[in-house]
């Protein structure tokens, strides 16, 4: 039989574990990041990369997710040095986030490592740009709703979409049902087959929207993604090409 200070833990437990799920459900269902210096960086410049409306190639995700401890970090001067300019950043490393650098252990290396997959290099520095629906920095497994989504935001990511620079666009199937969620975004389609491309588009029309697997897939899926890698490498340097002619 428990003791009486057993049962004075599992009632605590309990009360508090009561406590935490009424706080879930009352807040947003995801983790901002604790760096305030992260949030400062993010509020100046709510993307990664170039800046999305001069970008060529737009890649949207869900969050820009970050190691908690990211700051104790040895290289979050170099995160930070990444966020206040991308493009030099790029330039000066060779490396087209902070992320592929050594030192850093945490959520979205394996991304990075996939996209330079890519192979693009720092003369691309100015054409790429990563913008997530989330306008705040995060950490840890997050499941976002529609509500969680900033609406100034997701306008600015639409001036992107169909900025006069914007060559092609690039989003996951989970980024397109949420966005689809949304009233800026209700029009998109669902993603389909059309002639003379390897991935399935969600817009046919200027710019074109293709589908994708995330960079971080891995598994059975493996395979495919290596496929769309190669496709979407062949669609940029398709662009280049004709930028040329």
């Excluded at 200070?5 to 459900?25: A, D, E, F, K, P």
């Excluded at 969680?148 to 666009?169: C, G, W």
């Amino acid at each position: 039989r428990f003791s009486d200070r057993t049962v004075y833990y599992v009632v605590v437990y309990i009360g508090l574990s009561y406590i935490l799920c009424i706080t879930s459900t009352d807040k947003n269902m995801y983790n901002v990041h604790p760096s305030e210096k992260l949030i400062h960086a993010f509020r100046q410049k709510p993307y990664q990369g170039c800046c999305p409306t001069q970008a060529e190639f737009l890649f949207i995700g869900l969050d820009a997710n970050y190691a908690p401890n990211v700051e104790e970090q040895k290289i979050f001067s170099k995160i930070i040095e990444y966020h206040e300019d991308a493009i030099s950043f790029w330039q000066k490393y060779n490396l087209h986030h902070p992320f592929l650098l050594d030192g850093y252990k945490g959520d979205g290396r394996k991304y990075h490592k996939e996209f330079s997959k890519i192979r693009l290099s720092c003369k691309d520095a100015s054409r790429i740009s990563f913008i997530e629906l989330l306008h705040l920095p995060t950490t840890g497994r997050n499941d976002l709703k529609s509500s969680d989504l900033d609406k100034n935001h997701l306008q600015y990511i639409h001036k992107a979409i169909f900025s006069e620079h914007t060559k092609a666009v690039f989003i996951s199937d989970a980024v397109f049902k949420l966005m689809k969620k949304t009233s800026i975004f209700s029009w998109m389609n669902d993603a389909k087959q059309i002639e003379g491309h390897t991935l399935k588009v969600f817009h046919e029309k200027k710019p074109l929207i293709y589908k994708h697997l995330h960079f971080s897939t891995y598994g059975k899926f493996q395979a495919q993604k290596e496929e769309e890698i190669k496709a979407i490498h062949n669609i940029i340097l398709k662009s280049n090409i004709s930028d040329l002619t």
